[in-house]
């Protein structure tokens, strides 16, 4: 039976009692950001899976949120990237009445996690030092984005887990501890399956749609499937390893329009969550974003319907340039198709909109919710008449505040991501755009 403790800070769940330690311990930390030279990170939460390496079977997990000795060290931009408040680790416990756990945790075993080696190990050990402790030591460590990247390629653009997750159809990254936890493993699971297929398909390719089961019979198959990160013998993807730029943005692989061939855009269709589909829009072997600039607003922003965090849906329509049309068309026809090989009888919503002078796109502005803070997750930058390019301060940005950029007759440079949804009997590609540079004249 498990055995359960909780309390407003941690919560431990154990289903089995052992002595060994053989099992790989999937930890992450979230920290603060630091807004000063000089200034370091401070932990903020801790969370850990200890997962059975032969069948991914998860044995224990922990959690706690950590109270920093300078709480002033939680900026506002430190909020935007976690959720994490002052308020909420007030009464959380200093690291130094959780070390004892973090310790049992994490020494001796093997360490897993998403670009550990270059943040979350560094943290961990930092934190102890700052308690006059010895920190804890791995028997080996596993980063994820080091091993996708080399076994997986770059077929999910800059291979941070929010790109993995959104590949794969997992929902948003919370960037919580113990979320991003179980998230990593999910990825993991889902990547080992992908690779597990193409190797066992005659005369596939990274790229060939795995249209070879039903549905049900992948997801069954990734619960099954008996993993060990450690002994893989998976062929190593040769295609070139992309750099880690590390942060909260990064907006490297948009292409210009120009620099798109029609001919190398493809649609995938790649096994979701719970036995569904998703549609995925390629150029060559990655996922396509663009970056389409000098489009005039057509009509500001709409506030018609509200997310499921609560917040207005956002969009606004822009007009296009030709060359820009010409290739979202090209996407459009080839996501319709794959969406009626699937069987879907959604009806499906083109994404451009002609009239008799002018065609218009609408780009929606997406939310993303941090623990209890729900944030518009657009980065909003104004070019001056100078061509200076500046970030304007988004954090706890509102409506009112985005609908002052957006005025019609304005121009924008916007960099989008292409996302095929079909939902409520409704399909079409929606256009996200994850930066938008507005000409302030």
Not at 119 to 142: K, L, N, S, Y
Not at 269 to 277: A, C, D, F, Q, V
Not at 285 to 293: A, D, G, I, N, V
Not at 405 to 421: E, F, N, R, S, T
Request: a negative charge; hydrophobic letters at 35%; aromatic letters at 8%.
């Amino acid at each position: 039976m498990a055995e359960e403790t909780t309390t407003s800070a941690a919560t431990t769940t154990t289903t089995t009692t052992t002595s060994r330690r053989d099992e790989i311990a999937f930890f992450d930390v979230e920290t603060t950001v630091p807004f000063r030279t000089g200034q370091g990170y401070s932990l903020l939460e801790f969370g850990a899976v200890l997962v059975c390496p032969r069948r991914l079977v998860e044995v224990e997990c922990f959690s706690t949120l950590v109270c920093p000795r300078d709480i002033s060290a939680i900026s506002a931009q430190s909020v935007r990237c976690n959720g994490i408040t002052r308020d909420a680790v007030s009464s959380a416990p200093p690291f130094s009445s959780v070390a004892d756990r973090v310790f049992d945790i994490l020494h001796g075993r093997v360490w897993a996690g998403h670009n550990i080696l270059r943040f979350d190990c560094p943290r961990i050990r930092e934190a102890f030092q700052e308690i006059g402790r010895v920190p804890p030591e791995p028997r080996g460590t596993i980063d994820s984005l080091q091993l996708l990247t080399q076994r997986f390629g770059r077929r999910a653009g800059d291979m941070k887990m929010a790109s993995l997750a959104n590949y794969f159809g997992l929902g948003r990254q919370k960037h919580r501890s113990l979320d991003d936890v179980r998230m990593n493993i999910e990825v993991l699971k889902y990547c080992a399956m992908v690779l597990f297929l193409e190797s066992s398909l005659p005369d596939a390719s990274p790229t060939d749609e795995l249209i070879t089961a039903d549905p049900p019979e992948l997801i069954q198959l990734v619960d099954q499937m008996k993993i060990d990160p450690l002994q893989s013998d998976t062929p190593v993807n040769e295609r070139p390893a992309l750099e880690n730029t590390g942060g909260c943005s990064g907006y490297e692989g948009f292409l210009k329009p120009e620099e798109v061939s029609i001919s190398s855009i493809s649609t995938h269709r790649l096994p979701s969550y719970r036995g569904t589909w998703r549609i995925s829009i390629h150029h060559k072997y990655m996922p396509l974003q663009l970056l389409c600039t000098g489009m005039q607003i057509h009509l500001g922003l709409s506030t018609k319907f509200k997310d499921q965090a609560g917040l207005p849906k956002l969009s606004f329509l822009v007009k296009p340039s030709p060359h820009i049309c010409h290739v979202l068309e090209a996407c459009d026809g080839l996501a319709q198709r794959s969406h009626l090989e699937l069987g879907s009888t959604s009806d499906w919503r083109p994404l451009i909109r002609k009239f008799t002078n002018s065609s218009t796109i609408r780009l929606q502005i997406p939310s993303v919710v941090n623990g209890d803070v729900a944030t518009y997750s657009t980065d909003f930058y104004l070019k001056e008449p100078s061509n200076n390019v500046r970030q304007c301060d988004t954090n706890g940005i509102s409506e009112a505040d985005i609908e002052s950029l957006l005025v019609p007759g304005k121009y924008v440079d916007a960099y989008i991501g292409l996302d095929v949804y079909d939902y409520c009997q409704s399909a079409g590609i929606r256009l996200v755009a994850k930066k938008l540079i507005v000409h302030s004249a």
